[in-house]
């Protein structure tokens, strides 16, 4: 069975000053966890670049932002093309490691699944948590630090629907 992450997807607005953005526009994209009170776990926000600007560092340090990246509205019936920045990437993977929370954890896996294929987080070794959970330890190549990243025992139909809604996050579909 398929879990769902409630995740918001664009309104193609700025978040700030709710301007509808125009094709070919660059604009910031946030993806933060949602308030308690919300439907959705995390919320992803665009910014137009007058907005961001304006308010860059408060939102930036967010302790709830997860990631940032920056794009470009996609023309009318454009075909709409994932690139993803590693840094980004790897943003995203250490900015989620403390949570506990179900959804956190297999998107922070998933995160270390293709970190892995992009050969830039190199796995250790697998030890059993306290809980009785495997808890992987990884490392960067070319760096000694350690991270531990929780498997959450995802079947393929899981990692899969993770990562698509992990596409649909940073893609972002306006």
């Given at each position: 069975m398929a879990t769902e992450y409630n995740i918001t997807r664009t309104a193609g607005r700025c978040a700030a000053c709710g301007r509808e953005m125009e094709p070919a526009?660059?604009?910031v994209a946030t993806i933060r966890q949602a308030d308690e009170d919300a439907d959705e776990e995390f919320?992803?926000?665009?910014?137009?670049?007058?907005c961001w600007a304006?308010?860059?560092?408060d939102r930036a340090a967010a302790p709830d932002v997860?990631?940032?990246?920056?794009?470009?509205?996609?023309?009318?019936?454009?075909?709409?093309?994932?690139f993803v920045d590693d840094e980004l990437l790897v943003s995203f993977f250490e900015r989620l490691a403390d949570s506990e929370e179900p959804a956190r954890v297999q998107f922070r896996f998933v995160l270390a699944l293709i970190l892995m294929r992009k050969?830039?987080?190199v796995y250790d070794r697998s030890d059993r948590g306290d809980d009785g959970r495997?808890?992987?330890?990884?490392?960067?190549?070319g760096e000694k630090d350690a991270h531990k990243v929780i498997d959450?025992?995802?079947?393929?139909?899981?990692?899969?629907?993770v990562s698509q809604q992990l596409g649909q996050i940073l893609e972002g579909e306006l």
């Open positions: 526009e660059e604009f919320l992803r926000e665009d910014f137009c670049m007058g304006g308010a860059e560092p997860f990631g940032i990246w920056r794009s470009r509205v996609p023309a009318p019936k454009e075909k709409k093309k994932l050969k830039l987080l495997d808890v992987w330890t990884l490392h960067f190549r959450p025992n995802l079947d393929e139909e899981k990692i899969a629907d």
